[in-house]
């Protein structure tokens, strides 16, 4: 567990499960959550701060900033996933909306006046994209000086083994995969620390309907309540256990000891006719097989996700819904 507050920033494409990490970022007092930065994917980007101004004032923190961002991939048309989050791409609860207004600024000048003023600060952010990375890449080649005021970057994407908005893809990736490319050759470039909690571990932290209904049951439509109907939502059009998904890269950010990476080499297919959107991590123990690979090891390496404690990060969520923060 974090000792002192650490400095996050999110970025999002809320989303039922982005609302999760939403709900965690706000409330757990080992964050200090900075602002939050909003991206066309699981919904269109105006659907998207809709919903995360929602969150955020349903989570009593109407205080942090929320910027609408690029509604767009760098090069394709967009493709979302209503067809899991809901037509309004939170759940279709019917709240709202909320009485915030979003930034003025464009999501992008927002990450830099703010990773500035951390670097300013000498209290550097944690960044957390949770959604297709359109607007980090934009901000690390328009602004790399962004890149003092950041301590290291936590994104939910990719996965070394599966895929999901592909058999070979991951949807954050997949939505945008020119914009990771870019992210991590940036990041690589600009000394800035990558983690990828992809969908190896995505699944594993999941919220047991028993669980849910605990949650609900506090009512108000605060925030317990919120995270619980979310569960439900999920539950019932996916069947099984629901999962908090990319709220798991947030509590990777509170407790990194539950865990378990490794530092790998990490390329973007960007070409493939089945498999473009893919994150190729590159497991290969033996030096003479990546030596004789005609593509050489892959320039960027980052820390790869690849077994994660679900019960410890589900109860770490569920006991900050419920105002039981404590150790996990």
């Given amino acids: 567990m974090t000792t002192h507050p650490t400095p996050v920033v999110l970025d999002v494409d809320t989303g039922v499960d982005d609302a999760c990490a939403l709900l965690l970022a706000a409330l757990h007092p080992a964050l200090d959550l900075r602002a939050v930065s909003c991206v066309g994917g699981n919904a269109p980007v105006d659907d998207v701060v809709r919903n995360t101004l929602l969150v955020l004032q349903t989570a009593g923190r109407a205080d942090v900033p929320v910027a609408r961002g690029a509604e767009r991939p760098l ?167 629901a999962t908090i998904g990319d709220a798991g890269a947030v509590c990777a950010v509170i407790d990194r000891a539950a865990l378990r990476t490794e530092t790998l080499p990490l390329r973007v297919e960007l070409a493939g006719s089945w498999s473009r959107g893919r994150t190729i991590v590159d497991r290969r123990g033996w030096s003479g097989a990546i030596e004789r690979d005609p593509h050489g090891e892959a320039p960027v390496r980052v820390e790869v996700a690849l077994d994660v404690d679900g019960e410890r990060y589900a109860r770490l969520w569920r006991d900050t819904l419920l105002g039981r923060t404590g150790e996990p």
């Fill in 75 to 241: 090069l394709e048309a967009p493709h979302d996933a209503r067809h899991v989050h809901g037509d309004d791409g939170m759940a279709d609860l019917g709240w709202g909306p909320a009485a915030a207004t979003v930034d003025p600024r464009h999501a992008v000048e927002m990450l830099r006046d703010i990773c500035r003023e951390a670097a300013e600060a000498d209290r550097p952010v944690t960044l957390v994209p949770l959604a297709p990375l359109t607007n980090i890449a934009l901000l690390l080649r328009t602004y790399p000086a962004a890149a003092q005021g950041i301590s290291e970057i936590i994104f939910m994407g990719g996965a070394a083994h599966v895929g999901n908005a592909t058999a070979s893809a991951e949807f954050n990736v997949f939505h945008d995969p020119e914009a990771a490319a870019i992210t991590l050759d940036a990041a690589a470039d600009l000394g800035i620390p990558v983690t990828m909690y992809g969908l190896d571990v995505f699944y594993e932290p999941v919220i047991t309907p028993e669980a849910a209904a605990e949650l609900v049951a506090v009512g108000g439509r605060g925030p317990a309540e919120l995270g619980g109907r979310l569960m439900d939502f999920q539950r019932e059009r996916l069947g099984g256990d």
